[in-house]
Structures are given as C-alpha cells and as structure tokens.
C-alpha cells in the first residue's frame, strides 16, 4: 500500500527527512532574528534553532512526564541539526542559504517536510496514548503540539533570542498549518477508536491528510494561501456567540 | 463525625463540587479578559480558562516529577470544565452567567468551592508526602498551591490570552485566600506530625479551617473583605527588618 | 592526591560550602531586587533568593525529567539557604551584609565557591550522564548548568520579584563564569572519555579548572576582570560568518 510507505517513509531516508525539518526550522528562525543577530549573538541563534528543530517533543515531553531533554537524545540528530544550523546562517557567501531559497529546492523540501508532519502528527499520537491510553483529548491535542511543534514553541524561540512578543503566539491566531493537524489528529483518533464510517479507510484517511497537507503548503508558497478548514471556523463562531451574538452583547463586561 | 464527612464529601457529590470550582475559575477569566476577546479567540478563551480550571495539580506536578497533563487526566472532568466553559462565555442571552452571578446561586457556590478548598490543600500535602515523605516544607508548599492553583497560575493564564503582568502576580502581593491557605496547611502538617497541642483534635481543625474559609471568602462576597491572618502580617514584617528598620534604611542599596 | 581532596571536598564540611553558596546568592539577588523591594516583598524576595539558591538542579531537573523540588530535597539545606537569607536581607543593623561585603570575608567566601563550582560541574556531568550515558553534549550543558545555574536561572528569579527584562539573560551575554564551565564541561567529558593528551592527567585537569575558576574570579574581584577564555570567542566568531562576513552582509535580511 502506497499510505503504508509514506507511514513507514522516514525509516529509509530519515536523516534527509531530518534534514528537510531542520532546515525548514533554521529559514523560519533566521527570518525571525535576522542575519546581523545571529553574528552578534552565534549561542543564541543556535539555541534558538535548536527549540524550533525540536520542538514537537520539546513541548509534549513535561506534558507526559518525560524529561524535556528527551526531545534530543540522539546526538546524531543533534550534530545534523546543528550542521544545518551552520550552514543556513554562516555558510560562506550565503550560498546555503540562496540555493534553499530557490524554489526549485525550497517546493520538494516543503513536500518532504508535509509528509513528515502527518507522521509527526501520528506519531505524536502514539505517544500519548502510551501514557494516557483512555484520554483521547489528550492524544489529539499531542498530536497536534507534534504535528506543528516549532509555532507553537515560536514565543519561547523568541525569547532564547532577547525578543517578547505575548501578544503573538499561535493559540492566539491558530495557522491554517495548526488546523490542519488538529483536523487530521481527531480523524486519526477516530480510526483507531474505530469510529471511521465505512467506505473510508485507514489507509484513504493517511493519503488523504499527506495530499491535504501539501496541496495546503504549496497554494501557500506558490500563490495564495488557501484554508480548507474555513467551515470549522465558521462553526466553532456559531457555536460561541455567533448564532445569538446580538442579545449578548449588552451584558458586554 | 461531621469533619470526616467534610472530609470526605465530594465522593457522593463529586460532579457538583467540580461544577462549583469550574464556574468560579470560568467567572474569573471572564473577568480577567473581558467578552469580547471571548469571542475573537474562543480557542485561547478555552485554553485559559482550563488552565484556570486545572491549575494546582498543573503547578504541582512538575515540581514532584509528575505529567503536567496528569492534571486533566480524567476525560470525563476536562468535558465537564468546557461544558461549564462553554456556559459561562457563550450561553444563548448569556443567562448562565446572569445566573450564576445572582448571590442566590453564588453564595452557595462559593461556600461549596471554600468546603472543596479545605478538601484541595489536605490533598496536595498529601499527594507531596508521597513523594517527598520527610520534607514538611513541600508539602506545606504544594498544599498552598493546590488549595489557591487558580491564583498562581493567573500570570500563565493572562499569557495564553496575550496579555503579560510580570508586575501582578499572587508571589508579589498574597490574597487573604491565599494566606488562608498557607495557615491551614501548616497546621494540617503540624496534625499530621503530632504537633497539635491537645485539647485540639484533627477533626476541629478541620471544622475551623472550612469555616474559616468560608467566613473569609463570604465576607467578601458580601461585605468587606475580613484579613484574619493580619496579625501573621506584622509578625511577618516585624521579623523582616520591621523592628530596626530605623537603623538599616542608611545602609539602603 | 590534592585533587582527590578538592573534589571529596564538601564532604566534611558541606555547611559551609554551602553558606558561602547561599550567600553569594542571596547578595545576587540583593544586588538585583534592592533592599527596599525586601522590605515591602519578603515573600517574593524569599522566593527570587531560593531559585538562585538552588538553581542549578532548579533548571536541570526538568531537563532530566526529574522533580523540580527534587533541587530542594533536603529540609535541612532550605532551612540554612532560609537562615542566610534572613541574615543577608534583614539583620539588625544589617550586619551581616556589611561583614560579607568586607573584602576579608568575601574574597575567601569566592575562592570557596569556586572550588565548590568545579565540584557542582563535575556533579552536573555525572548526574546526566545517569540519564543519557551516550550523549556528552547533553552531558557538557548539564555541566554548564549546574556551574552556573543562578546566571541561568535568573530571568525567572527576576520575574519572581515582578521584574522583566527578556533582553537580559545569560545565553544572550555569556558571562566568563559560564565560558569557564563550558570549558571545563568539555574538558572534563573529554576526560571521562579517555580523550585527554597523555601527560595531562585526571587530576591536573582538576586542579587547573579550580585555579583558573579561582583566578578569574578574583580578578573580577580585586582588580579588572581576566577573561582566559578570549581566544575562544575568536575561534566561535570566525566559525559564524567572521571569515567570510564581507560576502555576506549583502543578504542581510
């Protein structure tokens, strides 16, 4: 089955998965900090890439009960996450950095890192369920803190990196990527509770969060971004206040 | 006994007791971030508002090495807090909150939520003792925090909804709710130790602190709020630098 | 071996080390909070001097995924951080601080700390390596950590007593301290590996980790600060762009 490849995929070229993620991680903190931040401050930018890199786990680990260092206890990984680190910020002639930015490299290494991030969500998942087999919340909310793991530690990233912004975080303005997982995290959970109505697979669900998940990513990076998830917003805004808002807004406090 | 019936009161009416405290964590972040950032953000509104529902054993947990997520490890108590969440912010006319907001209906939730306090500080010294059998000082700690977690967690709380007050903390400027706390779980630890001088027994110990607690808390709700640890205040002050403060003010730095 | 006796040291007179720890962190925290915060704030200011007091195992033991009060096992250790506390911030006539700021006290209160800095390093490097055996960067930052904790530790010890300053931290100015426990981190790891050039021995590399420790501390203290590790921070510049900068600033983003 070609979903069981792309469930099994990083078992064979995992480090140049690895790399697609740390890379992806370095490009979203070097727009961050900037480039003359990261000559002044070189242990920062680095500790700062190293939580976005590791995020996922970074995050779920105290929520599980596992030691937050958990998050990077290959020192292979560590070493590669480090390597890419290097070479996006301090490569010489910032040849790296240009070659990654074009997009005949930057669209097959954000089709990778899609891929990844629905394993990252099941695996996520996975985890959870170790700890809390009965607490299905839970495995979606990990699933989804794995899924996007380097937004939703962007506040801390920041400020590794002297800046803060509490104002700006992803619970505060959920991305089109987080949607994504939360979507793909609770129907997940429903196929492995079982709850999956019938001509749907497993195997059809796993394809079709990957396509989803790419097809997301590129309108982004090639035209406009589009958000298929528009209708839940829609629903969770009826659901609080939208459908009734007028007689509310009196008691305003 | 009517103290062990205090003591063990919510096994029967557990549900209610829970209701009772997630009403009151619900009204306060009402309070603390106002309607409408309730409905722009309903996601950060329900974050908040469980981290308010959920915050001693949130707090407790990793300072004795346990998942944070072992807060809300009962699936049944987190659908009751977004159930309660979801009444308090978003009820068609907003009639639960008109509702619960009439003193017929809060006094009586906040003299259950003051019963559930007493309840909540014996558990964490208890749940501290296990881990840390010999250290009084912890349990006294974790029983504070368990017993007042809403308050403590507020700065983590105000975060989740954008808003940062390094300045307003529970550390910074201690509630008579929280000192209340600080007295019983001295005293509970003294019992537990034997330290009790005699003619008091556990059981009218505990008697006096749900009182206590629930005089101090209604004559807020209803009058002026009493301070009955005033005097712990000016022992405090008085060991603090109170009694020479005359001659110690030169050497000021 | 004079060695074996410096890293057996605390041993036998364990008080005393640690009040000479306690009482830099206490005039730290002084120093930072001002005496009239004490004054108005002695629960907070106590607060902010526990967290620089046990800071080291306060940061690491997360990391490890041990309990955060497992930094202040001992009742007996927070009782004597308690009692330098007290005598630091409110002692009649403040004699206490005027004594430990006497450069008769207080050079061999730093020479004491150092030696028991060397020690704490050491201790951090052991304590990891009980978690992750494998990973000796792991190891090395634990090390750094536990050597320097109250530098690492202190945003958090500021936000205690209602301060922020995100632009103020450690990782963003390496202080010498923290240079010095890095390099004797590595050294050390690279000791236990079986790593070190044969005339150089185990305990020589101890002995000139607590001389340089004490050197540069002095320095610092009696005339201008010394920094050994200079030459690093060249090597670290090059390495991040310092070679081929001019190419570089043209991409600045």
Known sequence: MFADTLKSMPTDWAPWFDVCHFLLAALAVRKEVGLSFSRSNPLATWLATMTASFAGSMVANPLLGKPIFGAISSEYNLGLATLVFWA????????????????????????????????????????????????????????????????????????VAGQWSPNKSEILKFSVTSKGCLVAAILLVLDASGYLIPPVTGDMLYLGIVTTFIMTKLSGVLAEQIDPYAPLDIVVRAATGGLWDGEVNEHSD
Do not use: M
């Open 88 to 159: 996006v910020f301090y490569s010489p002639g910032d040849i790296v950095y240009t070659l990654v930015k074009n997009p005949a490299l930057y669209v097959p290494i954000c089709v990778v890192k899609e891929i990844y991030r629905a394993k990252k969500t099941l695996g996520g998942i996975n985890d959870a369920k170790k700890v809390y087999p009965e607490h299905e919340l839970i495995q979606i909310v990990v699933g989804v803190i794995k899924g996007n793991g380097s937004a939703f530690i962007k506040p801390f990233t920041r400020l």
